[in-house]
């Protein structure tokens, strides 16, 4: 059962530009918070951004001002545009419910920053 579909990620530059997308299942999106997760190798996933329903957003301090995070609640939709990005970047991005996530995870998709 897919609750969640990420894409756009990919192989990129330091100081390059990705755009995130991920459709989300409607009875986990609407009305909830959303989120974009990342994991690294070796480390915990984390949440670098979220966004309410109504459009107000939160950033983790290491993506604040180069990362925005956008909903289109009309199709289940939810963006992240990545500009200025840096090797600590590099993970798999995961789409979910804000600050308390569903169980069950996308796949993700891998965003690697790299020379």
């Known amino acids: 059962q897919v609750q969640f579909m990420e894409s756009g990620g990919g192989l990129v530059q330091p100081g390059g530009s990705l755009r995130l997308s991920c459709l989300a299942s409607r009875n986990i999106f609407s009305g909830y918070d959303m989120a974009w997760y990342r994991q690294a190798p070796g480390k915990e996933r984390e949440m670098v951004a979220d966004?309410?329903?109504?459009?107000?957003?939160y950033y983790d301090d290491s993506v604040k001002g180069r990362f925005t995070i956008s909903r289109d609640n009309a199709k289940n939709m939810l963006y992240l545009q990545m500009n200025n990005l840096k090797p600590e970047d590099t993970a798999v991005y995961f789409c979910?419910?804000?600050?308390?996530?569903?169980?069950?995870w996308g796949q993700g998709t891998q965003v690697t920053v790299s020379s």
């Open positions: 966004i309410t329903n109504g459009g107000n957003t």
């Open positions: 979910n419910r804000g600050w308390s996530p569903a169980p069950s």
